[in-house]
Structure formats: C-alpha cells, structure tokens
C-alpha cells in the first residue's frame, strides 16, 4: 500500500514561491502517474498538476506557466514549484495517484494530511 506524506506548505505573499514535497512509500512509485491536488476553502478537490510515470506533465489552466511537477523516482519522491503566488491559490495541497484521473477531478478516495498553503498580503 502507498502512503503519500506532502510538506513545504505555509504562508507567502502573493507573488511569492513555494516548494512542495511528497515523499512516498512502497515500490511502485516510479510506475505510478502522479499527481497534486488542492481544495480551497468551500470548494471541491481539484487535479491541478499531474506528472505521468515517463515524465509528461499536464496543468489546469488557473496554474499553467506558475507551477512546475516533477519527480525524482530514485528518492520516490514528487514536487511542486509554485512561483507567482495568488490568493486564489490558497488552498491545503496533496499528493495522489493520478493514474486514472483527468485534469480537475477530484482523485481517489484515500488522502493524507496535505499541506496548507496561504496566499495573503
């Protein structure tokens, strides 16, 4: 069973940058599609960056040109540089699966604790 443990989140100005970590479990991370997910306050999860296991990456639009996906399958362990932060960002961030979900579905049905990022002046 792959556990997922994300970090690096808190509180930037917009503008700001971030660097989001997700440190997995098991042996079967580097054959996994691999992706980020956020829910904002009063909205559902959404996939916002996806990073397939031969190193494709896809972006929702709200993202595409700020956030970078990537991997690094000797460590199993996933990112995501954040830079030109907004409010609108704001969000607690996780990590998953992405292996069978399209850009803003809401993912599977098990999550860790995310990290919480903050976007405010």
């Known amino acids: 069973q792959v556990q997922f443990v994300e970090s690096g989140g808190g509180l930037v100005q917009p503008g700001g940058s971030l660097r989001l970590s997700c440190a997995a479990s098991g042996n079967i991370f580097r054959f996994l599609a691999m992706g980020w997910y956020r829910q904002a306050p009063g909205k559902q999860r959404e996939l916002v960056a996806r990073?397939?296991?031969?190193?494709?990456?896809t972006y929702v639009d709200s993202v595409k040109g700020r956030f970078t996906i990537s991997r690094d399958n000797a460590k199993n362990t996933a990112y995501l540089q954040m830079n030109s932060l907004k409010p609108e960002d704001t969000a607690v961030y996780y990590c998953?699966?992405?292996?069978?979900?399209?850009?803003?579905?809401?993912?599977?049905?098990?999550w860790g604790q995310g990290t919480q990022v903050t976007v405010s002046s």
């Open positions: 990073i397939g296991n031969g190193g494709t990456t």
């Open positions: 998953n699966s992405a292996a069978a979900y399209g850009l803003g579905s809401e993912g599977p049905d098990t």
